[in-house]
């Protein structure tokens, strides 16, 4: 991302939040469950997964349109996240 956004989970609430950086005004929010822990964003900026932990699935956010495209299955409460590698 080039930093002009900024994504926040909101635990207890249904939406993450997009805010625009500069002004620190919501520029949109995203129905994504009944809550939300971790975000981790791609090594190469294209999507962020988003821990719903209160529904058991990771969202996954396509960060040029700012829609969910899909969620993956992730097991009883989702939470922390991190990539790793095999190199």
């Given at each position: 991302m080039d930093g002009k956004v900024v994504l926040v989970s909101l635990l207890g609430g249904p939406d993450l939040v997009v805010i625009d950086a500069a002004?620190?005004?919501?520029?949109?929010?995203?129905?994504?469950?009944?809550?939300?822990?971790?975000?981790?964003?791609?090594?190469?900026?294209?999507?962020?997964?988003?821990?719903?932990?209160?529904?058991?699935?990771?969202?996954?956010?396509?960060l040029k349109t700012m829609t969910v495209t899909g969620k993956i299955e992730a097991g009883q409460e989702p939470d922390g996240m991190a990539w790793a590698s095999t190199k």
């Open positions: 002004s620190r005004k919501t520029i949109k929010r995203l129905p994504i469950g009944n809550g939300a822990a971790g975000i981790l964003m791609d090594p190469n900026g294209t999507r962020a997964y988003v821990a719903c932990s209160p529904d058991d699935y990771i969202a996954v956010i396509d």
